[in-house]
């Protein structure tokens, strides 16, 4: 495939994908939708059951056994015409499928090797078993999040997607950018402990400060200031409200018919917040959703429907911008971020290719950088 021919800023840039589940096909998605031209290595009987549409859009799947010599031969054939890899296998196995970094790099060392893990690559749990919730438990992230009682896992959005698959994206590209300076390619170890450690940056600093409190639902972003969290309206649905500037929080005030009441005048005293919080549970349970909608949304008041994923698609803010889409009959997240000059796009691939096909498509071109 010739680069000019596609689309996206990662336009030329080949990549394997040793398929797994979870952040490593996630943050294959955001490359092949920015325009990298992936190929995705599938075990025999398949792989992730839970990305087969939207999360393994854009790229070829090749069936190849690694344990297999003519296989393996062929992988490493691949990698000698790629640019990047992503694994997320536990540490060792890629080393005891003889495709370890010491070995791919010896015979490619431009190449990037991503490996997506949920400990790292070291450290005493390197080698356990684990999930988004359990790495998520010991940088502090999960013990935040959810009400007073218990913590609540937010989905698996800090865990295996913020922490892992998005800090995974920016150390390849990192990677990359030092590869095309020096010729040297390394390895980058993106564990999801580390990465949802790091996006706990800021509390971090207000924990430091004192303006932090461990408890949930006690803080301002927590659920825990009364203007700054959901609330149930008269029809069941609820509405989000999050006024934190004065000014937009004088603006909610009027436009809530809240501006004369005292109670609201103290809303920096945490003593007040139990009171504030019964009186804008009493007065959203006044109206329908949709009615606090018409009054406030739009505003500088900072309020906004909570909309399941079903109704997401069709607010007219995000149908206006095409943030969903629908192929073939699913509706799905549109490629993010955007880009003015080399727009991302969903890319229909090829069907199923044989592993020498893989080869022969990357034989013929020079690589991404070239």
Request: hydrophobic fraction near 40%.
């Amino acid at each position: 495939m010739n680069p000019s021919h596609q689309g996206g800023p990662l336009a030329g840039l080949r990549i394997v994908e040793f398929a797994g589940i979870g952040p490593g096909p996630f943050a294959a998605m955001l490359l092949a939708d920015m325009g990298a031209e992936l190929v995705r290595l599938d075990r025999p009987g398949g792989s992730d059951p839970y990305s087969k549409t939207i999360v393994s859009r854009g790229r070829p799947s090749v069936t190849v056994d690694l344990k297999d010599e003519e296989d393996r031969a062929g992988t490493l054939a691949l990698l000698d015409r790629a640019d990047a890899l992503i694994e997320g296998f536990r540490p060792g196995v890629m080393e005891r499928l003889g495709l370890g970094p010491d070995v791919v790099l010896a015979r490619n060392p431009r190449l990037v090797y991503g490996r997506m893990t949920g400990w790292g690559q070291d450290g005493p749990l390197a080698h356990a078993a684990g999930h988004d919730i359990t790495y998520m438990a010991v940088t502090g992230a999960l013990a935040a999040i959810g009400p007073a009682e218990h913590p609540v896992p937010p989905l698996n959005l800090v865990g295996d997607y913020g922490g892992g698959s998005l800090y995974l994206v920016a150390g390849l590209l990192a990677a990359l950018l030092s590869a095309g300076r020096t010729g040297r390619g390394q390895v980058v170890d993106a564990a999801i402990c580390d990465g949802a450690a790091s996006l706990m940056a800021m509390f971090s600093e207000l924990t430091a400060q004192g303006r932090w409190s461990d408890r949930r639902a006690a803080n301002l972003l927590d659920g825990g200031a009364p203007w700054y969290r959901t609330y149930a309206c008269r029809d069941g649905r609820h509405i989000a409200i999050g006024p934190l500037e004065p000014q937009f929080y004088a603006l909610f005030r009027r436009l809530t018919g809240l501006e004369s009441d005292p109670d609201f005048d103290r809303r920096d005293d945490p003593e007040t917040w139990p009171i504030l919080r019964r009186k804008l549970e009493a007065l959203f349970a006044e109206r329908t959703r949709d009615e606090w909608c018409r009054l406030l949304e739009g505003t500088d008041a900072c309020v906004a429907p909570v909309l399941s994923l079903s109704e997401a698609a069709g607010h007219p803010h995000l149908a206006a911008r095409e943030t969903f889409v629908t192929i073939a009959g699913t509706v799905q997240p549109a490629p993010a971020p955007r880009f003015s000059g080399t727009p991302s796009a969903i890319r229909t691939p090829p069907g199923p290719l044989t592993l020498a096909e893989a080869i022969a498509r990357w034989s013929g071109e020079g690589s991404f950088r070239s």
